[in-house]
């Protein structure tokens, strides 16, 4: 009884909320290999991104400063088109030492965990971060990827390249959509 309720809310309440997950588990991915963080310190903008939390919001961007105890502050910046600029800190820890590049990014009010693992970068130009949960219960995961660029103007030749990377992992790119960066 109390399980068909749960499942009840779950499907009126979240699974509009999903898009395009699939009912499987998270893929087994690897962030990158070498990773310098030095390198990969401060501004990223968000090209292009599938998250189905942020249908509102445009003009995205993080500042990434490390700390000397291998930990990054981080500044997210945005604009709702509702409520207008909005801005939130954070800091990214690594995962592992074995893993530079697989970071959990806690970020204060709201007080959420996200899990950012940055699959490719070559840091003057582009980042691919992945991020997966999955939820035994509903037995769906959710998904986040993000396409970043150092400036508003994203790479295009490397839209494709992150498409095939993401295939390979068995990532779907088909609810990625592009973030404005016209402010
Ligand atoms: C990381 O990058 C910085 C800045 O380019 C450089 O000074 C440093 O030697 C690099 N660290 C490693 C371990 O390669
Ligand atoms: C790392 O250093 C930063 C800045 O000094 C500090 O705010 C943070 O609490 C430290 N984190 C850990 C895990 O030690
Ligand atoms: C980051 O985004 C915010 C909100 O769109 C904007 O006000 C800010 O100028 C941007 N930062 C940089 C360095 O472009
Ligand atoms: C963004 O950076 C690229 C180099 O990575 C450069 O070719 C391009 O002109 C820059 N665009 C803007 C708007 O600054």
Request: proline residues 5%; hydrophobic residues 35%; neutral net charge.
């Amino acid at each position: 009884m109390i399980n068909t309720m749960i499942l009840l809310i779950v499907i009126v309440f979240l699974l509009p909320c999903i898009g395009t997950s699939r009912a499987t588990l998270c893929p087994l991915v690897f962030a990158q290999k070498d990773f310098n963080i030095t390198e990969y310190a401060g501004l990223w903008c968000e090209a292009y991104r599938h998250d189905a939390n942020e249908v509102d919001t445009k003009c995205k961007n993080g500042t990434y400063t490390v700390n000397s105890n291998g930990t990054m502050d981080v500044l997210s910046e945005g604009l709702n088109k509702l409520t207008g600029y909005y801005s939130n800190q954070g800091s990214a820890i690594p995962k592992r030492l074995s893993e530079p590049a697989a970071f959990l990014i806690h970020d204060k009010n709201p007080t959420k965990t996200v899990k950012y693992n940055i699959i490719q970068t070559n840091y003057q130009q582009y980042s691919l971060i992945y991020s997966c949960d999955y939820v035994p219960i509903i037995g769906i995961r959710f998904e986040h990827i993000w396409f970043l660029s150092r400036n508003k103007t994203f790479p295009e030749p490397i839209l494709d390249k992150f498409k095939k990377v993401l295939k390979h992992i068995h990532v779907e790119s088909s609810g990625i959509e592009s973030t404005p960066q016209d402010c």
